[in-house]
């Protein structure tokens, strides 16, 4: 992996936050000490590689880096498991980088290196996936929206697909993903309201946001379960995966090989994943947030967290370039922004 610097007439007047104490939300108490000449180092270490999702993710890093004159770079593991992050981790602090940030594949089992990386100055931003439940291992957490309205609003996009009734299931990405878990704790939840009585929630399984072990779970469920009629999958990888493998079977709304309606499949995605899926029926609607705003706020949340122009605690307002002013709210957690629902009227209007 290559630093992509970025042009910058001014040198930044930078600040170390070494040996600095953490305050109860995992903010960074301590005043800054001057560097200058050193040019702001930022990584990000997203679940795995290969992931659409985070393409988009890095564009946003890319624009809001070059626009406050910091190196970006991008770099993580192969495979989205829970211990996969660490040695990512160690090698950029060794490399003696400013801010990391980083989308969790565990809410647990990063804590111990998150603390080392901090003692030493690094800033911790997280993003998309938080570390929930263990907030004071990172200075800030960015979410791409409110995560109470994505298990409820998920289900209310399948619902009103299948009329409200019906066997439905889950395909989601890794058992430890922190974002995964908490949105699928909103669906149970939301699935209690009666106007969703006859949705039944009969298995729910895992492709590691892994192409093909998505497939394969997703074939499963048609196989296990000839009656189902909706398929939620809160994941780009899955969602695709499960699309493809839909529109091979023809079990689709309107396809030769539907049963009856046929099978409902949305969740969460990229327009440009999905496009060609929606243009052709197999997928109705599906959602999700802008990923390149996680990034820019990133950048520009990791430069002033850096400088100590700002303190990360809730409350503390900051600039986020394009996207104007953002605040931090509760366990120092900012959030992108609104969700969009996709469908055949409106997906051409995107790109990412």
């Known amino acids: 992996?290559?630093?992509?610097?970025?042009?910058?007439?001014?040198?930044?007047?930078?600040?170390?936050?070494?040996?600095?104490?953490?305050?109860?939300?995992?903010?960074?108490?301590?005043?800054?000490?001057?560097?200058?000449?050193?040019?702001?180092?930022?990584?990000?270490?997203?679940?795995?590689?290969?992931?659409?999702?985070?393409?988009?993710?890095?564009?946003?890093?890319?624009?809001?880096?070059?626009?406050?004159?910091?190196?970006?770079?991008?770099?993580?593991?192969?495979?989205?498991?829970?211990?996969?992050?660490i040695s990512f981790i160690q090698d950029q602090v060794q490399q003696?980088?400013?801010?990391?940030?980083?989308?969790?594949?565990?809410?647990?089992?990063?804590?111990?290196?998150?603390?080392?990386?901090?003692?030493?100055?690094?800033?911790?931003?997280?993003?998309?996936?938080?570390?929930?439940?263990?907030?004071?291992?990172?200075?800030a957490g960015i979410l791409s929206v409110d995560s109470e309205e994505?298990?409820?609003?998920?289900?209310?996009?399948?619902?009103?697909?299948?009329?409200?009734?019906?066997?439905?299931?889950?395909?989601?990405?890794?058992?430890?993903?922190?974002?995964?878990n908490k949105w699928i704790a909103g669906m149970k939840v939301a699935l209690q309201d009666p106007k969703y009585a006859k949705m039944k929630l009969i298995e729910i399984v895992y492709g590691n946001d892994e192409p093909q072990k998505s497939t394969t779970e997703f074939e499963a469920l048609m196989a296990k379960h000839p009656d189902l009629r909706g398929v939620i999958a809160p994941t780009s990888v899955g969602l695709a995966a499960a699309a493809q493998s839909l529109e091979l079977s023809g079990a689709y709304p309107g396809g030769p090989n539907a049963k009856g309606p046929g099978l409902f499949l949305t969740g969460l995605s990229t327009p440009n994943q999905l496009k060609k899926f929606v243009e052709k029926g197999v997928v109705k609607s599906f959602a999700l947030w802008s990923p390149r705003d996680m990034g820019t706020i990133a950048a520009y949340l990791g430069k002033a967290l850096k400088e100590g122009t700002i303190k990360a605690e809730p409350?503390?307002?900051?600039?986020?370039?394009?996207?104007?002013?953002?605040?931090?709210?509760?366990?120092?957690?900012?959030?992108?922004?609104?969700?969009?629902?996709?469908?055949?009227?409106?997906?051409?209007?995107?790109?990412?």
Not at 114 to 133: F, H, Q, Y
Not at 150 to 178: F, H, K, N, R, W
Not at 327 to 350: Q, S
């Open 1 to 85: 992996m290559l630093w992509k610097p970025f042009a910058l007439a001014a040198a930044l007047s930078l600040v170390l936050l070494a040996g600095c104490s953490k305050d109860e939300g995992g903010g960074a108490a301590a005043g800054p000490k001057a560097d200058s000449g050193k040019k702001l180092k930022i990584v990000f270490i997203p679940k795995n590689t290969g992931n659409p999702y985070f393409d988009d993710v890095n564009k946003g890093f890319e624009e809001a880096c070059q626009a406050i004159g910091a190196d970006f770079l991008t770099t993580g593991p192969d495979k989205a498991e829970a211990t996969s992050q």
């Open 96 to 139: 003696g980088v400013d801010v990391i940030a980083i989308s969790a594949n565990s809410p647990d089992a990063l804590n111990a290196t998150l603390d080392e990386a901090r003692k030493k100055g690094v800033i911790i931003i997280a993003i998309d996936s938080d570390l929930t439940g263990n907030e004071s291992h990172r200075d």
């Open 150 to 180: 994505v298990g409820p609003q998920q289900v209310e996009l399948l619902g009103s697909q299948i009329g409200y009734s019906g066997d439905i299931a889950i395909l989601s990405a890794t058992t430890d993903a922190p974002n995964q």
């Open 315 to 352: 409350g503390v307002e900051f600039d986020a370039g394009p996207l104007g002013k953002r605040k931090i709210g509760e366990k120092n957690v900012i959030v992108a922004g609104p969700m969009t629902v996709f469908d055949k009227a409106n997906i051409g209007k995107f790109d990412f």
